[in-house]
């Protein structure tokens, strides 16, 4: 990888994949973990190269990007959080990619008092706004602001039975619970809860056992490649309901690896994905061009993620609170402007960023409503937006 200006590479026993930049004279220091390899990595890698289009100056302070591979491992994770918190006294954590390696490391940012944006989904890592929760913020779209969209969506396809196969752990849990509730809200019956790890090979008998069901629809709760699994299976059993996904579905390398069996799945995602299909008018859609033109600017046309996208508004929100815990007069560096920081972040209001808009509270620490949302479904190997969903 290539950086230019006064973006610097730095590479340290594998782990510590870049330092960005100036490490000498950086005030602001930013740790970031993400999953750039494991069964996560194709989320990570864009959330990875995201980093190099944040900015090097915020508010006058020059900014430093500590990057560590936690490789999609929540031991690892843990161990990047205590490393930034302890050996490089960040005043901010980014990351990671997951839910549970985010759960993990929530406790080390409420320890440590450092505040961190989590880039993972689950609203459990923020809700209720208590414990080690108070300092952990996130940027994707929480659980239940989708599954709403999904089971509205559902209701509009005359869908009234639904199976559910899941990851087999945090992300599968949460979209287990909120998809439940959403459902059950428009008359619609859960008939199974189905599991499978991230790194499973097969799901045929999970899938067996939802068939025997005869659902109208299944839901597929999981994120990155491993989503391809069990919807490979649906097809190539012959299902001919509806197949849904959920957000963390989102991403160019699930319709390379599943190709035309991904023919036709629909799912809830944030507008950045289609932000060349949406009306002008659309409030989401300027904000979410600029990241999409840096992006494709340096990495070239169509390479845009939505989970790079999540990276890009973590930078946003710190792009926004830095200024304002600087007013505070605590120097970077200091437990006092680590809880300046996360004070600012709570006072963030009307951001608009690549995936909606952001308004954070000290009992919203998401921050985004139904203007972070569209429907998306698969038709002709593309994602196309679908306004009447």
């Not at 990570?44 to 990057?67: F, M, S």
């Not at 109208?216 to 509806?242: F, M």
Request: hydrophobic letters at 40%; a neutral charge; aromatic letters at 6%.
């Amino acid at each position: 990888m290539k950086f230019t200006k006064t973006i610097g590479l730095t590479l340290c026993a594998g782990a510590l994949l870049a330092t960005l930049p100036l490490a000498s004279s950086a005030q602001i220091k930013v740790g970031v973990t993400v999953s750039a390899t494991g069964p996560a990595a194709s989320l990570g890698i864009p959330e990875r190269d995201t980093v190099a289009l944040l900015p090097t100056e915020i508010g006058g302070q020059a900014v430093q990007y500590i990057v560590l591979d936690d490789a999609t491992d929540t031991t690892q994770a843990v161990k990047n959080i205590r490393k930034f918190t302890a050996d490089d006294g960040v005043d901010v954590v980014l990351g990671t990619s997951v839910t549970p390696a985010s759960l993990a490391m929530s406790d080390v940012a409420a320890e440590t008092g450092t505040p961190m944006i989590s880039v993972a989904a689950s609203a459990k890592l923020v809700e209720p706004v208590d414990g080690p929760r108070k300092w952990v913020f996130k940027t994707p779209q929480n659980d239940a602001l989708m599954a709403r969209a999904l089971a509205d969506a559902m209701v509009k396809q005359g869908v009234k039975t639904l199976g559910f196969i899941g990851f087999s752990d945090a992300y599968g849990d949460g979209w287990f619970q909120e998809m439940s509730a959403a459902a059950k809200a428009k008359g619609i019956q859960v008939l199974g809860d189905e599991r499978f790890a991230r790194a499973d090979t097969s799901v045929t008998g999970q899938i067996l056992k939802l068939l025997s069901a005869s659902p109208d629809g299944i839901l597929i709760a999981a994120s990155g490649t491993p989503v391809a699994l069990p919807q490979r299976e649906l097809v190539n059993r012959g299902y001919k309901g509806t197949i849904y996904q959920t957000h963390g579905a989102a991403n160019n390398d699930v319709l390379r690896v599943c190709g035309k069996d991904c023919e036709g799945m629909i799912l809830p995602a944030g507008p950045l994905l289609v932000a060349d299909q949406l009306p002008d008018s659309h409030p989401v859609k300027q904000s979410a061009l600029v990241y999409k033109k840096a992006y494709e600017d340096k990495y070239g046309a169509g390479t845009i993620n939505t989970f790079g996208g999540h990276m890009w508004d973590a930078g946003k929100l710190i792009e926004r609170a830095i200024p304002e815990a600087l007013k505070s007069g605590a120097k970077p560096g200091t437990p006092e402007f680590r809880a300046a920081l996360r004070g600012a972040l709570e006072q963030v209001h009307e951001l608009p960023a690549s995936q909606g808009v952001f308004n954070m509270s000290p009992t919203e620490h998401a921050g985004l409503d139904e203007r972070g949302r569209v429907m998306v479904k698969v038709v002709g190997g593309k994602w196309t937006y679908q306004p009447d969903l």
